[in-house]
């Protein structure tokens, strides 16, 4: 069954991403000026952009770090095993479907804990209380553009959505955190995994490292907004910072869903059709998305080869991922039932 699956999560995202180019080139902008745009870039400023998104990933890595701290019993993992993993699971975010990444970076650090029950749970639990952190940055991002700018509808429409689901969700994780915990021997196979995650959230009920974690998320978004208006000069855009938060916001709209590697075309098409209102272009819009999306992946996929070699860690075995996460908790769970099992059997005679 696993092959059979395996197959359609990789060919589906790519019947879709030659769907979006074939689209994009038969009704995308014209390409000539595209290419013209490409030929007068600023390289000074693009080497400003990739400086400014290498420190917005080192920024959200420590904050990821501060969440893992308050979740994991010493000895914890240093700070370059965390960013690392992290820097892995950008790869896997570039380059797969889905949010794969995020499993990535759990599984690449769970390797350097293996003697460690509940550990995958606890830092997938990790992982969604970084993501939660990112909520406040984001919705302090909408509401300046909000003010200094024009977000189209269909914009506004989406973050709406994420933003009720998002603080539902952070409502959610805090009350879970906040419940008194068991030791992992006394719980069943199920309740071993559930109690793991809810570890995982140890940082919720920690004031100081949140708001540490909190920090330093805000401070990625103002790296990575400073990386987009260090990319809009590269293409001769000069427009106010605001026009740099219109671009970020759709930007992260566009790839909430991400239906194939990037949303390549789809991204694209978000960020040129806005900036068309102040006196942009479509077409150097348009140039200016891939340009954009490029820098970023360039430095999500370099970074991340280069971590990924360290690791030890295959491109085909990070497609892997969901079926090691599930094999880990059954696993986990093995290891409950055998806890369990452990009193029936000094009870027996002999």
């Known amino acids: 069954m696993t092959a059979p699956r395996g197959r359609w999560t990789v ?9 979006a180019v074939v689209l994009m080139w038969w009704r ?20 400003a952009a990739v400086a400014l998104n290498l420190l917005s990933i080192v920024v959200r890595a420590y904050a990821w770090h501060t969440v893992i701290k308050q979740a994991v019993a010493a000895p914890r993992p240093r700070f370059p095993t965390v960013f690392s993993a992290f820097c892995v699971g950008l790869f896997a ?5 889905g949010r794969v990444g995020e499993l990535a970076r759990v599984a690449v650090l769970a390797r350097r804990m293996p003697e460690r029950q509940g550990i995958w749970g606890t830092l997938i639990g990790t992982v969604f209380a970084h993501r939660m952190f990112d909520l406040f940055p984001a919705l302090a991002l909408v509401v300046w553009v909000l003010l200094a700018a024009k977000l189209p509808h269909w914009a506004v429409t989406s973050l709406a959505i994420a933003f009720v689901v998002g603080f539902g969700l952070l409502t959610f994780a805090v009350v879970s955190a906040k419940r008194q915990g068991r030791p992992l021997d006394e719980l069943g196979t199920v309740r071993v995994l559930i109690e793991s995650a809810r570890r995982g959230l140890g940082v919720l009920r920690a004031p100081v ?20 208006w260090a990319t809009m000069r590269a293409f001769d855009i000069d427009e106010p910072l605001a026009a740099a938060g219109l671009v970020l916001v759709l930007m992260n709209v566009a790839t909430i869903f ?5 949303n390549v075309g789809l991204v694209q098409a978000a960020v040129a059709f806005p900036l068309v209102s102040y ?24 970074i991340g080869l280069l971590f990924l070699a360290r690791e030890g860690v295959s491109y085909a075995s990070l497609r892997r991922m969901p079926d090691e996460r599930d094999e880990a908790a059954r696993e986990e769970a093995a290891v409950a039932t055998a806890v369990e099992a452990e009193p029936a059997r000094a009870r027996l005679p002999g």
């Open 11 to 19: 060919l589906v995202p790519a019947a879709l991403l030659a769907a």
């Open 93 to 97: 975010n570039v380059v797969l479907p």
């Open 28 to 47: 995308g902008p014209e390409w000539e000026i595209v290419r013209d745009v490409f030929t007068a870039v600023s390289w000074r400023w693009v080497v």
């Open 209 to 228: 490292p949140a708001a540490i974690a909190t920090f330093f998320q805000f401070l990625g978004w103002i790296f990575q907004l400073a990386a987009v």
């Open 279 to 302: 006196g942009v272009p479509y077409a150097r819009g348009f140039a200016f998305g891939i340009g954009l999306q490029a820098i970023e992946a360039s430095v999500g996929v370099g």
């Open 258 to 262: 991400p239906l194939w590697p990037g």
